[in-house]
């Protein structure tokens, strides 16, 4: 069964500090992977794609790391800010396209003072 | 031209009665997507649209659900006797080929 498991289910750290959220699929045959940010109330807004063939991506602050052999993505953000608190979400595409998307539930992300 | 817009953004329903979901999708998107989200989960897929072919239906839960689109343009979703369980965030995705998806704000549907 295709799956996509996201950890930690939340997170709480201080602004400035950098963390990473964890990704892994057991999706195939493989396409690419996204990582989305939703923030409370909004609909989910991509921050990276990656294909098959490519192991880091970058979106300013945010970084996303994937190792293909091993099934397992991270995104790793930077100086967090007060305005990163929000849900972090995995999708991984099967070959084909169209609506072959599965979709992590999220990693629920705090950033205090 | 701004982003994906979806209407409501809030419909509070008895049970019972039937409701009518509304999206609009960036112009030139040729496909387009329902999403259900419940408190805490992970979106599920309900309908897929692309371009003039046959909609993908799998993910509706119950024949209580349809959806239409108008060419390459909006999208309804009735949800037909409504049911507490339908209670959710229905979100309205649009994308051309091999892009990101481009999400509405979506519509939070409270069955009472």
């Known amino acids: 069964k295709n799956q996509v498991e996201q950890s930690p289910q939340s997170l709480i750290i201080l602004e400035g500090k950098n963390c990473t959220l964890q990704?892994?699929?057991?999706?195939?045959?493989?396409?690419?992977l996204r990582w989305y940010k939703q923030d409370t109330g909004r609909g989910p807004v991509s921050l990276t794609i990656?294909?098959?063939?490519?192991n880091t991506k970058s979106n300013g602050r945010y970084t996303a790391t994937l190792d293909a052999d091993t099934k397992q993505s991270s995104l790793h953000i930077t100086a967090s800010q007060l305005s990163d608190s929000a849900s972090y979400i995995c999708v991984v595409s099967l070959t084909g396209g169209g609506n072959k998307l599965t979709f992590g539930t999220g990693t629920q992300l705090k950033v205090e003072l | 031209g701004a982003g994906v817009s979806q209407s409501p953004s809030n419909k509070v329903t008895e049970k019972g009665k039937d409701v009518e979901l509304r999206c609009d999708p960036i112009s030139g998107h040729t496909a387009l997507y329902w999403y259900r989200q419940r408190l805490g989960q992970g979106l599920e897929f309900l309908i897929y649209f692309q371009g003039n072919s046959a909609p993908d239906k799998s993910g509706l839960p119950s024949d209580r659900f349809s959806a239409e689109r108008t060419g390459e343009s909006v999208s309804t979703l009735t949800i037909q006797r409504t049911q507490q369980e339908d209670s959710a965030v229905y979100l309205c995705?649009?994308?051309?080929?091999?892009?990101?998806?481009?999400f509405g704000n979506g519509t939070r549907l409270t069955v009472t």
């Open positions: 990704c892994n699929y057991t999706v195939s045959p493989f396409s690419n």
């Open positions: 990656m294909t098959f063939s490519e």
């Open positions: 995705a649009s994308s051309v080929q091999l892009t990101p998806l481009h």
